[in-house]
């Protein structure tokens, strides 16, 4: 459920007209809808409310401070996988006793930030990790928790590159191998063993997956119990798919119903660690059409947006909706929608059954809140967009559009070129 919607012929985010914000900022520009946002926290908030639990939003998906700023007042956390993301969200006014860090590649500096952050939960992948944070930890005199990521080998089902809890993925520890791991933590000075985490995959269609994750995950901590670790949270990562097309993941009642049932008599604090379930339909991408090209074999749309902006299409073959900001005529045929960077991967949607658009007409690219603007760059030297946010009748710029002057901050030419 989203607040983009039409009003007579006009798209509307909330109770702004799309093209409003248009001639405001120019295209393209990504835009979020504060309501659609703040509806899905809460949808997981009440769905889990009746056990301990935090809601740790993950920054990849969405890293844009004033969204998580209205995240951070709704009462979620985050979920972060660099210093980077760390920093956005302490700036976002995320407290750090709701931020644990994922990821395969901390690095000592990273690690000691975020010690010094004095955030909730390291989540180890390997075991020279966690003796870099023990490390760490001891230097700066302090207590890391820690949680490993365990890898229970279950199919997501989902794309390749986004399945991560299978054997053959970089993520986790094997679960073979966890019950000496916990051990050789809870010798280590300066480390807390706190919790288990796994994630096993984003865009998650059934609910199948997770609960036999789960399933695992119970079975290890029984015998982490048993080898007298005390595990307080139980962080199941994030994952939970959103319709792009016609797809129809649980909803996060579901998913919660689902895994509630799972752990009755379980007294461990759950960690979730949704993104795309959270900002995924509360954006879109807006693009204006450039030329309509007509060859024999196909009609193209060339829009002003490209794979830079919005990266899933060319990277996943991601399905992305293409709908008109002003309504236009019945389709006409198929026809790709394409931008302008020199690559034929640089498409937005292919083989679409389309109307004839007017010139320089709006695109809204649906379902783009989240993994948009967080995997954009600067390919082709093209500036990046901005975004704006949308509540109720009024909206703000909480990104600018990258200024040329931007795009080539910190290039210098060295003196010994002119030799
Ligand atoms: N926690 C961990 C440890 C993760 O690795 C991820 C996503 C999440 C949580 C959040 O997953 P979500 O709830 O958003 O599915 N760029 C890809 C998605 C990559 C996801 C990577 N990890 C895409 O555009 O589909």
């Not at 690095?107 to 939960?121: D, K, N, P, S």
């Amino acid at each position: 459920m989203h607040d983009f919607h039409y009003r007579g012929e006009e798209l509307y985010c909330e109770e702004v007209p799309v093209a409003q914000v248009a001639r405001r900022v120019g295209t393209p520009f990504y835009l979020y809808s504060a309501r659609t946002l703040a509806r899905h926290v809460r949808a997981f908030q009440e769905a889990f409310a009746a056990r301990p639990h935090l809601l740790c939003f993950a920054v990849k998906a969405n890293g844009n401070l004033a969204v998580l700023h209205l995240l951070g007042r709704l009462g979620t956390g985050a979920d972060i996988v660099s210093g980077g993301e760390l920093h956005r969200a302490l700036m976002a006014g995320i407290p750090p006793e709701r931020i644990v860090y994922s990821g395969v590649g901390k690095t000592a500096r990273e690690i000691r930030r975020a010690l010094e952050a004095g955030i909730l939960l390291f989540n180890v992948e390997s075991l020279p990790e966690l003796d870099a944070i023990a490390a760490e930890a001891r230097r700066a005199g302090r207590t890391a928790r820690v949680a490993f990521r365990v890898n229970p080998d279950v199919d997501p089902k989902t794309h390749p590159y986004i399945s991560t809890g299978l054997e053959r993925n970089k993520f986790g520890i094997p679960m073979a191998q966890a019950r000496e791991a916990y051990a050789r933590a809870a010798r280590l000075p300066g480390i807390e063993v706190a919790g288990v985490d796994c994630h096993i995959g984003s865009q998650l269609t059934e609910l199948a997956p997770f609960v036999d994750a789960l399933r695992r995950v119970k079975a290890l901590v029984e015998e982490l119990a048993a080898d007298g670790h005390e595990i307080r949270y139980l962080d199941l990562g994030g994952g939970l798919g959103i319709p792009y097309r016609d797809e129809a993941p649980p909803a996060p009642a579901d998913y919660a119903r689902a895994i509630l049932a799972e752990l009755e008599g379980w007294p461990q604090t759950l960690v979730l660690e949704p993104g795309r379930a959270i900002a995924g339909n509360a954006g879109i991408l807006v693009t204006r059409l450039l030329y309509t090209k007509e060859t024999p074999r196909k009609r193209f749309l060339v829009v002003d947006a490209a794979m830079n902006d919005l990266a899933r299409p060319s990277l996943y073959q991601a399905h992305h909706e293409i709908l008109p900001v002003r309504r236009a005529g019945p389709p006409v045929g198929p026809a790709d929608v394409v931008g302008p960077i020199c690559e034929s991967g640089d498409f937005l949607a292919r083989d679409r059954d389309l109307p004839r658009f007017p010139r320089r007409a709006l695109l809204a690219v649906m379902s783009a809140g989240a993994y948009g603007f967080t995997m954009s760059s600067n390919y082709n030297a093209r500036p990046r967009v901005p975004e704006v946010l949308v509540r109720g009748e009024r909206f703000a710029v909480v990104r600018r559009r990258e200024t040329l002057a931007q795009l080539v901050r910190g290039e210098s030419i060295p003196g010994f070129l002119a030799e």
